[in-house]
């Protein structure tokens, strides 16, 4: 169980930065 929790908690973030990222990529593609 602990291990599974620790790896749901690891994906967590990464969706996150993802979310995050894809957005701010195509803004810098925007500029650039």
Known sequence: L???RSL???KYP???ML???GPLQ???A???
């Open 2 to 4: 602990n291990v599974s």
């Open 8 to 10: 749901t908690i690891m």
């Open 14 to 16: 990464s969706m996150i």
């Open 19 to 21: 979310l995050v990222v």
């Open 26 to 28: 195509r803004l810098l």
């Open 30 to 32: 925007l500029e650039y």
